[in-house]
């Protein structure tokens, strides 16, 4: 069964940089779907950016032009570098993984079956 860990949350000032790590396990080659969502407090799940088995890459408009996701596939892990962070950042960041093969992939939350725990972001001003 693929298990994902996420780590790197942090608290940083406005304007500030941090990366997330996504540890990915428990598939032989991958050849699916991996994505960052967030969930801010008292909002729904959104999600950010998600990569297909061959790199393509999606963002949503919120973060599209900051955040950054990539992968590395001989650490198992993927990332997602954030920038120019600002208040309205803060939230919880999981990543999630749709290990089947799929012509393209998507940010809605519910074509993913596996899920990490989360890491909290917090950005002050």
């Known amino acids: 069964e693929v298990q994902l860990m996420e780590s790197g949350g942090d608290s940083v000032q406005a304007g500030g940089s941090l990366r997330l790590s996504c540890e990915v396990t428990g598939y032989r080659r991958w050849v699916g779907c991996l994505a960052w969502f967030r969930q801010r407090p008292g909002n729904e799940r959104e999600g950010l950016a998600v990569i297909r088995y061959d790199d393509t890459t999606s963002y949503g408009d919120s973060v599209k032009g900051r955040f950054t996701i990539s992968r590395d596939s001989a650490k198992n892990t993927l990332y997602l570098q954030m920038n120019a962070l600002q208040p309205e950042d803060t939230a919880l960041y999981y990543c999630?993984?749709?290990?089947?093969?799929?012509?393209?992939?998507?940010?809605?939350?519910?074509?993913?079956?596996?899920w990490g725990q989360g890491t909290q972001v917090t950005v002050s001003s």
């Open positions: 999630a993984a749709d290990p089947y093969f799929k012509l393209g992939c998507s940010l809605e939350d519910s074509t993913f079956p596996y």
